[in-house]
Structures are given as structure tokens and as C-alpha cells.
């Protein structure tokens, strides 16, 4: 497996179990909205694992962008 494959996937499994785990209460499960809205619906933590898993993944799309140039 590519090395961007696996950090893309780490990344989304990241940010998944940060908005599973760490939703504010009354927020739906599925939710899709802006990273600078994320403290609305999620608590400090799920925050940290959702900006975190989304920068893992950016960088997994970079790594496998570069391999192809």
C-alpha cells in the first residue's frame, strides 16, 4: 500500500471518530459543515482528532499528488 494511501485513510478514520465520539449533544449524525465552525458542534477534543485527521489527510493527497509529477 502507498504510503499517501494509508495516510489518507488514517486521516479519515481520525476525523470520523472525532465527530462519532466527541459530537456536542443534539447534533445529527450526519453533519457535514466548516472546519472554523467545528467548536459549535463538537467538543475540544472531537476538534483536535477532526482538524488533525483532515491535515493527515491533505498531506496523504500531497504525498501521492508528488508521486505522480
Known amino acids: ?3 499517501g494511501i ?12 472525532g465527530f462519532i465520539f466527541f459530537r456536542q449533544p443534539g447534533v ?5 459543515g466548516p472546519v472554523w465552525r467545528a467548536s ?3 467538543t475540544p477534543p472531537g476538534v483536535a482528532l477532526w482538524v488533525g485527521g483532515s ?3 491533505f498531506v496523504g493527497v ?7 509529477v
Open 1 to 3: 500500500m502507498n504510503i
Open 40 to 42: 459549535k458542534y463538537l
Open 6 to 17: 494509508a495516510l489518507v485513510l488514517a486521516g479519515l478514520v481520525q476525523s470520523f471518530s
Open 55 to 57: 491535515s493527515v489527510g
Open 28 to 32: 445529527s449524525f450526519l453533519f457535514f
Open 62 to 68: 500531497l504525498i501521492m499528488a508528488l508521486q505522480h
